[in-house]
């Protein structure tokens, strides 16, 4: 039996792809544009026809020959694949969402095909792909097709415009109610021009050579007169969200250890980004929140370089998906590779936080200066958050076991995520106690801090990577925990009693750099003592820090 290929005309198949995507996938935008136009269905009508009007044009530049079926079915597939984590995770495809893309791991891709994305895969975005490749499209020649299309195209634009002209009085207050909201999540437009932006920002970052700053910095007189060496374990978590620590209020004790060992627990603490691309690299940056960018945080050393300089040394322990380019110019161990894995605490690409504990516990029987380690953990990262600890850790049951988080209810899904805590309530604990076996050697502390927080479908949001101005608390909102030895607080002239009567105060990753410079006595300019959060509890300014030294009340 012979079966002849449908033919469609090139535009009439622009014009049902244009529709296709407009309209099958974009549940969640047309779900919040439509409550702007709750009872004005008019305007919403004409709003759709804008921008399919838009879509088809866009499309329609690429309706030629050998062109038209690779650029539409790449099209449908994309919106299918953004249109299932926009309308089941809330997640919108921003620039920071497109800059995370590069951070996931096999295994993460492994945790987000699950059945139900293969379901939606083939409904949303397979079929339509193969009716398009099926279909047998007719086109004009060469010359008749782009006077056409150039007069249908700059008519079509024409009329979007007249339409918004004419109804200016109601798009323009909706468009600035909107634009950095609803139309954030217009599928697969801004994901697309977020990709392209991006693209763009990488290319240039590609030439940034990061200029030389804090090269005066060494080592001030309270740590070059300490009997001991100096050593501050520095914690940057992943995912961790202050609501769910028992040291910040939450009602379960998913910090039992921690408790018990005299920490310090800030309970207003707030993030620079809700990704870790961006977080990460903010924190250690001497740029605050406001002033960082990608480009300019690239384009200068940052807190690991400047404790180099000062002849601290200085090292970077990855259990996660690298340090963002922060450790680029210091020595770096990844412990989920080949070389470092532990059969029995490693899985695929990534190992329980563990291994940290363990690599620290060896590290310390042969560290001869005064220094500062970087261990950046796993921790709390999604969407498999059951994966994130030893089962002897699941204490908060029934845990969700699925990649698929809107398969679980919400009881299990937070069940899950305490788990997470509490194993690294363990780690932190294990840190501390593994310092303190130390104590004969090193005058030491632990500085804890999470990258971003996250979300658990609070108002249908789940993860994390929303655009900060979107981003709930649960994104932003982070917990900062610190511990010191006797040795090391008496050293430094660190009131402990006064550092735990700023528990409420706000800080933010912004105070990080200043403070761990204050952390370790270190010397030199670039050093500003107002964002350090324990200058007010020392009992001088440390040599050649800020001005000249002062009593501090």
């Known amino acids: 039996m012979n079966f002849r290929r449908p033919a469609i005309g090139s535009k009439m198949l622009t014009i049902l792809v244009a529709a296709y995507v407009l309209f099958l996938c974009n549940h969640t935008f047309w779900n919040k544009v439509s409550g702007e136009f709750a009872g004005d269905p008019v305007h919403l009508i004409l709003l759709g026809a804008v921008l399919l009007i838009i879509y088809g044009v866009v499309l329609l530049v690429f309706s030629a020959p050998y062109v038209i079926k690779p650029v539409f079915i790449a099209v449908v597939l994309v919106a299918a694949g953004v249109s299932y984590f926009t309308d089941r995770f809330g997640v919108v495809m921003d620039r920071d969402m497109i800059q995370s893309l590069p951070q996931t791991t096999g295994q993460d891709l492994a945790q987000l095909t699950t059945a139900p994305f293969l379901r939606h895969m083939l409904l949303y975005g397979v079929i339509p792909s193969l009716l398009i490749a099926w279909v047998r499209p007719v086109h004009l020649p060469f010359r008749q097709r782009v006077k056409i299309n150039t007069v249908i195209g700059f008519g079509l634009l024409a009329l979007a415009g007249l339409i918004i002209v004419t109804n200016l009085g109601i798009y323009?207050?909706?468009?600035?109610?909107?634009?950095?909201?609803?139309?954030?999540?217009?599928?697969?437009?801004?994901?697309?021009?977020?990709?392209?932006?991006?693209?763009?920002?990488?290319?240039?970052?590609?030439?940034?050579?990061?200029?030389?700053?804090?090269?005066?910095?060494?080592?001030?007189?309270?740590?070059?007169?300490?009997?001991?060496?100096?050593?501050?374990?520095l914690v940057v978590g992943d995912s961790a969200r202050a609501q769910n620590f028992t040291l910040n209020g939450y009602e379960r004790d998913t910090n039992p250890k921690l408790a018990a060992r005299n920490v310090i627990a800030f309970t207003n603490v707030t993030s620079c980004g809700t990704s870790v691309s961006v977080s990460v690299l903010c924190m250690f940056s001497h740029l605050n929140r406001e002033d960082f960018t990608r480009r300019e945080a690239l384009g200068w050393e940052n807190l690991v370089d400047v404790l180099k300089h000062a002849g601290l040394t200085v090292e970077w322990w990855d259990n996660n998906t690298g340090s963002q380019n922060v450790a680029d110019r210091i020595p770096t161990v990844e412990l989920s590779s080949d070389e470092a894995t532990d059969p029995d605490l490693c899985k695929a690409d990534k190992c329980f936080d563990q291994v940290l504990v363990d690599k620290l516990r060896l590290r310390l029987h042969d560290l001869q200066d005064n220094a500062v380690l970087v261990l950046h953990t796993i921790g709390s990262r999604g969407p498999a958050y059951y994966q994130r600890y030893p089962e002897e850790f699941e204490h908060f049951r029934p845990a969700c076991h699925k990649a698929e988080v809107t398969e679980c209810t919400m009881d299990e899904l937070v069940n899950a995520y305490d788990n997470t805590i509490l194993y690294t309530d363990h780690i932190l604990a294990s840190i501390i106690d593994t310092l303190k076996e130390h104590d004969d050697e090193f005058a030491s502390a632990m500085y804890y801090m999470s990258d971003h927080g996250e979300s658990l479908g609070e108002n249908k949001l789940y993860l994390h990577d929303?655009?900060?101005?979107?981003?709930?608390?649960?994104?932003?909102?982070?917990?900062?925990?610190?511990?010191?030895?006797?040795?090391?607080?008496?050293t430094i002239g660190l009131d402990q009693s006064c550092v735990r009567s700023k528990?409420?105060?706000?800080?933010?990753?912004?105070?990080?750099?200043?403070?761990?410079l204050g952390m370790m006595n270190v010397k030199t300019k670039v050093y500003d003592i107002l964002p350090d959060s324990f200058a007010p509890c020392r009992g001088s300014t440390p040599a050649g820090q800020g001005t000249d030294p002062i009593l501090l009340q």
Request: charged share 25%; proline share 7%.
């Open 172 to 233: 323009r207050p909706f468009w600035e109610r909107n634009r950095d909201v609803a139309m954030a999540y217009l599928n697969p437009a801004a994901g697309l021009v977020s990709a392209v932006d991006d693209g763009l920002r990488q290319f240039r970052y590609a030439t940034i050579v990061a200029r030389p700053y804090g090269v005066d910095a060494r080592i001030g007189p309270h740590v070059t007169a300490s009997k001991k060496k100096m050593l501050t374990v």
């Open 466 to 490: 929303a655009p900060y101005f979107l981003a709930p608390d649960t994104q932003k909102r982070v917990p900062f925990i610190v511990w010191f030895s006797d040795d090391f607080a008496s």
């Open 503 to 516: 528990i409420g105060d706000s800080f933010s990753h912004d105070n990080m750099f200043d403070t761990i």
